[in-house]
């Protein structure tokens, strides 16, 4: 069962809230245009559906904007697979279980309002090239970024913020080819449970991510169940961490001392 807060009762209410296996869910962007405020909002949404659907829930995600000009859809089009996320098709009712945005939905939209903060921008042009970010920034690097933060708190995706994301999706996707090259063994069942308790309580993607880098540092898991467990958690924070995973890894060189 997945809880989340209702922001217009302060209620923690249980989803799906109305009919048992399918959620509708509304996103809505901050302003009538693509910004990366309006990337977390879909990115909140990517989270719920990933998780729901992880316990067969399915969810029918739609962007509540009928009036996004052609020139904003193409960008949704073209940018949003950058960030893993799925481009939702227009809503075509005002009707959803829940509603994901900065601002309250309209009074008469019943559902659950999951409330998030905005995103403050010091890389520009984030979302304004065909791979996603400018210069040839890894997207996912600023996925990174807003998972490490509670969707109720604000944001500041710095270049700095972002160079330091990069590091770590770098590191990490470098050690799972290595441990893929180790025997499977099952995730730690008390990890498991953890992010599954995480995940019911408010969608808590930090607290994944805080496992992740437990899970690395500790000198007590096989290699084998390091990368089951990074496998398991990138099912819902979607960051291609084991995209190496099939590469020949390659053991650096001891310096000779």
Known sequence: MLHVTDARTLRRTALPAARRGIL????????????????????????????????GVQVLPALAAPDLPPDQRALLRRVLPGFGIHPPEAATCAAADAHIGTDPPPTASPGVWIRLERVRLGAPALWATEAGTADGADPLAARLALLARSRTQPVDLSDHA?????????????????????PSRPAPADVTRTAQEA????????????????????????????????????RILALELTRDGGRVWTPKKRAAG
Not at 24 to 51: E, N, S
Not at 162 to 181: F, I, M, N, P
Not at 207 to 233: C, I, Q, S, W, Y
Request: proline fraction near 3%; include cysteine.
């Open 162 to 182: 972002l160079a330091d994301c990069t590091r770590v999706l770098h590191r990490w996707r470098s050690r799972v080819a290595e441990w893929a090259c180790s």
């Open 24 to 55: 509708t869910l509304h996103i809505h962007l901050a302003q009538p245009a693509l910004d990366v405020t309006g990337v977390r909002a879909l990115l909140v949404a990517d989270v719920l559906q990933r998780t729901l659907e992880s316990h």
């Open 199 to 234: 995940l019911a309580d408010d969608l808590s993607t930090p607290t994944l991510l805080e496992l992740l880098h437990r899970v690395e540092a500790t000198n007590t898991l096989p290699d084998g169940a390091k990368f089951e467990t990074f496998a398991l958690l990138d």
